[in-house]
């Protein structure tokens, strides 16, 4: 079997998971509407959430665009 090489990547912190993006998984997997999203860092990989109180008005309006916007629903079969 032969060794398998894979390219090293470099990751830039912060990495900013957006309001429309949080929202549109939201709504795609069933979730009610509850305005965030997520800032992952060095420290915190899996990132740190930023709850509706923390937010601007644009950024909540952002997350019920994404909710709203998102056209599938997961199928759980």
Known sequence: ?????????EIKYPIIVSPYSRGGADAYYGRPPRPHYEICT???????????EDMTKEQIEEYLRGYNDEPDRKDWG
């Open 42 to 52: 060095e420290e915190n990989h899996l990132g740190k959430k930023i709850t509706e």
């Open 1 to 9: 079997m032969q060794d398998r090489k894979f390219p090293t990547i």
